[in-house]
Nanobody
């Protein structure tokens, strides 16, 4: 069993940067891949980025490549999403998820989800 808690969401101006954290409880966090997803009002939940369990392979939504970086520190049971050059369309609730996802971009592969943290990009 893994419990996930996201933090770091806030209001940020367009072009700004923001870092999100995903703190996990449970001893098995390091064995799971971690995905970041987001959901804007009226939209479906959307894959943002993911990182594998131990070898650090990362995946990004095309729209976030070069702007968003996913990382993890298994010694701290924490995953991170660093976001740069934020745009209004990045506004959403951001969720982290953990699981044995064969397809990192598919939400179906994740068993554990956090409650989400709101990111608002606006001037």
């Amino acid at each position: 069993q893994v419990q996930l808690t996201e933090s770091g969401g806030r209001l940020v101006q367009p072009g700004g940067s923001l870092g999100l954290s995903c703190a996990a409880s449970g001893r098995t966090f390091s064995s799971y891949g971690v995905g970041w997803f987001r959901q804007a009002p009226g939209n479906e939940r959307e894959f943002v980025a993911a990182i594998s369990s131990t070898d650090g392979v990362t995946y990004n939504l095309d729209a976030t490549k070069g702007r968003f970086t996913v990382a993890r520190d298994n010694s701290k049971n924490t995953a991170y999403l660093q976001m740069h050059r934020l745009e209004a369309q990045d506004t959403a609730v951001y969720y982290c998820a953990a699981g044995y996802a064969e397809v990192p971009a598919s939400a179906d592969g994740y068993n554990y989800w956090g409650q989400g943290t709101q990111v608002t990009v606006s001037s």
